[in-house]
């Protein structure tokens, strides 16, 4: 352990601290705006910059180390200057659009300016000049992501977090020097000619408002208030865990009640849970698997409900399409459920008479969800996706006051009806987890001893693995980059039965949908949430759920039946 002093604050840390998190251990917040935890730290943004004695010049908090001894000071009247001129120098190439900014009162330079008061003393480059940032134009082509050069302050997080140090997909880059440096995509192409999966992790370290998801909460909060189609809502399961953060709950704390109590008060006529949909999903996959094992064909199964892992595989990998599961992501059959069955139309007057189409919100953690919902083959039964971040931004618009909201919300039935098992759907391992109980139970084990698979769980592993007796071994992949690595081996093919991949690292509840947070044990807050939900469920196993049970006896017939796969199955384009 080293000590020093911080602020005059005493303090002891491990050997390999940055000043930063020695500061913060010390209660000392440093302002940041290229920094994020996990992260590499380039020290761009000099925000965090330190008086450390004995050294001639600040030193940037991120990027040095502390070491025994070290006296440090983080708030000099020289420190707030400099900060002060870095700050407008930003703000003199930022667009004055605060006040309507998709991000507006998330961004962490507006936040920082309006903690500290600084104002602009430099002119704004007048439009129309030769100036880098006239050819700085906002790229609307992605389904999912939206990009607005202009409000870019060049803290290169998007870069890292798509390149080398989480994703590995290497669709931004930076191009140029000096004042003309700026990220752009691979060969400078519009992101939706890129080879961009839609995972969104960009858009959940931009600081400010240049990397966004495609927002969809104006034309939902429009659809409602016209009142001309029967609204129905479907919320993903790693939501309603992450959006307490948007509201100041604590990381972890469980808001379905309050969420359901939240949509009734925007308005929607209906509100159904995905998860209904999720354990529907595993008897559809889990059969799928069982099928393909009987016949010795197209294994291993890889899951494909994650639209960014169904995306890379269409752009990189088309010889891996065939082992992709056809069955559709609970997201989509909940769409095609709600708006195309049987099933749903007995719901009442408003889906029995057929005359408007019911209109499908899902709510996610997820940008790629966005176009997963506009793939051709999904019928448009999901009419908009909004992330955990817009649901958020929705309920602020219409003063609900979240926190004070009643937690006895129940979602309307059946559609609304739910195992622990499409629970731990939004942590990386928990589909696979699911499926392992279902298909255990198909092939007749004991279902005390095959209800919770350790070996699969965990949101910072890579590949992880789990041996089911009579059945196989099954692996899970946390993020795509693991999926990568796994594949670039041949061993996969001959190893595992079924693979599920994540392209998020946490799988859902670290989607690129989620809220912005700079707690480094985030991930693990809300897993422990997800698993803690599953532990309490009254049935653990989706072969349990009722409501499934029924819409197979009244409409499907068994799972994989030709009424099935016609509603619940898709396909995938090279
Ligand atoms: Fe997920 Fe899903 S678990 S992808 O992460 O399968 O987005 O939360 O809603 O569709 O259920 C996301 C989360 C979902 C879907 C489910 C799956
Ligand atoms: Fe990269 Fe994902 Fe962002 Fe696309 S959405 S640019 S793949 S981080």
Redesign the pocket.
Known sequence: MIMLSVNGRQVEVDHGTSLLDAAKAAGVHIPTLCYYPGLPAHAVCRMCLVEVEGTQNPQPACHVLAKDGDVVETDTQALQSFRQANAEWLLARHPNDCMRCEVNGACQLQRLVSENQWEERWPKVPAGSTDASECLSTDHTSPSIWRDLSKCIECGLCADVCGEAVQQQHIIGFANRGFDRRPVTVFDQPLGDTNCISCGQCTLVCPVGALIEAPHWHDVLHALDSGRRVSVVQV????RIAISEEFGLKPGTVSTGRLINALRQLGFDYVFD??F??DL?IMEEGSELLARIEAGTRLPLF?S??PGWVNWVELNRPDLLPYLSTTK????MHGAIAKRSGFARSLGPDFANGKTEPYVVSV???TA?KDEAARPGMSGDVDRVLTTRELARMIRSRGIAFGALAEDGQFDSPLGESTGA?QI??ASG??MEAMVRTVSHLKGADDALSLEWESLRGVRDGVKSATIPGVGTVAVCNGIAAAQRMLEKEDWRNEFIAIEV?ACVG???G?G?EPKSMDPDILQKRAKAIYGVDAKAPRRSSYENADVQALYASELGKPNSPAALELLHTHYAA
Do not use: E, I, R
């Open positions: 993903a399961p790693a939501t995905t998860n949909a999720a999903t899951t409900c994650c992501s609970p997201q989509q996610m953690p997820c969800k499409a759907f939004g928990g589909v994540m799988g859902c509840l989607g949908g």
